[in-house]
């Protein structure tokens, strides 16, 4: 009987193996920029991602900006009951 065991570092963040097509010219431009830097390509890749997440996280869409501006805007309680009562007050308008 054989018993193995592995050591897991709790600390590593757990990656996923991602497939991508690119551009000939895109894949010699990576792998000339990660020789450059001395790190692998995969890194540099990793490391382009997680930039552009952290710039659309920190500079949302103009509608996801709209909905962080104006949350809690309004203080009338249920939207949809607010809604319902304008609503209402407009066919009693002549």
């Given at each position: 009987m054989v018993i193995s065991f592995t050591i897991i570092d709790i600390n590593w963040i757990a990656m996923v193996r991602t497939v991508i097509s690119l551009d000939l010219e895109d894949k010699a431009w990576l792998d000339r920029q990660a020789k450059r830097e001395r790190i692998p390509m995969t890194r540099l890749v990793q490391r382009a991602v997680q930039r552009l997440r952290h710039e659309a996280e920190a500079n949302p869409s103009g509608f996801v900006r709209l909905l962080r501006?104006?949350?809690?805007?309004?203080?009338?309680?249920?939207?949809?009951?607010?809604q319902r009562k304008l609503r209402g007050e407009w066919g009693k308008r002549k």
């Open positions: 501006e104006t949350s809690g805007a309004g203080h009338f309680g249920d939207g949809l009951t607010y």
